[in-house]
């Protein structure tokens, strides 16, 4: 099993719970708009991290992450990036990306709108967790944890900052 903490649109903005909220996780997921290398480094003081950079991103994150990540995590494909849409509406540069390799999960951000949701024609189950800074309009910024055993998704928790 592993524990997973999920966030994305930091837009350079490094809040104490992180550390909190992440203390019990073996890895930490940002789906882009990271914002800095400093909120990077300060995330990898927690556990590792996983990323994809995002529409915002300058150069040295672009050099340090991908705009597309594809892993392994227990047995279950996973497939990451900012800009994805969610299902029905997927982004016109990851849908033919995603119809190819059908993760088990796929992540995006981008939209600062928490969604988890199933593509029951992908069977894919699909998170955006929403938006974890400052910069933006929503009004409740997240994060989410959850557990992967296996192929199985569990214990997803949505987490108000």
């Not at 989410?144 to 199985?152: A, E, I, L, Q």
């Given at each position: 099993m592993k524990r997973i903490g999920l966030l994305s649109d930091t837009h350079a903005h490094w809040d104490e719970r992180f550390a909190r909220?992440?203390?019990?996780?073996?890895?930490?997921?940002?789906?882009?708009?990271i914002g800095s290398v400093a909120l990077v480094e300060r995330l990898?003081?927690?556990?590792?991290?996983?990323?994809v950079y995002g529409n915002v991103d300058g150069g040295?994150?672009?050099?340090?992450?991908?705009?597309?990540?594809t892993w392994q995590c227990e047995d279950?494909?996973?497939?990451?990036?900012?800009?994805g849409g969610y299902p029905g509406k997927y982004a016109?540069?990851?849908?033919?990306?995603?119809m190819q390799e059908r993760p088990d999960l796929f992540i995006s951000g981008h939209s600062h709108i928490l969604k988890v949701l199933y593509d029951d024609k992908l069977?894919?189950?699909?998170?955006?967790?929403?938006?974890?800074g400052l910069q933006g309009w929503q009004t409740v910024r997240t994060l989410?944890?959850?557990?992967?055993?296996?192929?199985?998704f569990h214990d997803l928790e949505v987490i108000e900052l």
């Open positions: 909220y992440f203390a019990e996780c073996d890895e930490i997921w940002h789906a882009g708009d990898q003081e927690i556990c590792p991290v996983r990323a040295e994150l672009r050099r340090m992450f991908p705009e597309v990540l279950a494909r996973i497939m990451m990036t900012h800009i016109p540069r990851i849908r033919p990306r995603l069977r894919c189950l699909h998170i955006n967790p929403g938006a974890a989410v944890r959850f557990c992967v055993t296996g192929k199985d």
